[in-house]
């Protein structure tokens, strides 16, 4: 999602090692993800700054919480327990 799409086809060709391989990944998508990264750690610091209270379902839009209780927002740990025997690798 972070590569350009010159990027993508260096990155199926590439050869070397897996460490070399995750060096140039990281290399190529690191400036990228950074940003947000940065732009997270904001938020989060915001909201830790006052007394406000984060109400579950924004908690688990930005990824503070895996999954709600009595809420119908999709969750990795339901659709894996429903799926046949042998097909959980498809998740990953």
Do not use: H, V
Request: hydrophobic fraction near 35%.
């Amino acid at each position: 999602m972070f590569l350009s799409g010159q990027e993508k086809q260096q990155w199926k060709t590439q050869s070397g090692t897996d460490e070399e391989k995750e060096r140039w990944l990281l290399e190529k998508s690191g400036p990228k993800l950074r940003r947000i990264w940065y732009l997270m750690i904001s938020i989060c610091r915001l909201l830790q700054a006052d007394d406000y209270t984060l109400p579950a379902d924004e908690a688990y839009w930005l990824g503070m919480a895996d999954e709600l209780a009595g809420s119908d927002l999709p969750c990795l740990r339901r659709s894996e327990e429903n799926m046949p025997i042998g097909d959980t690798a498809k998740l990953i």
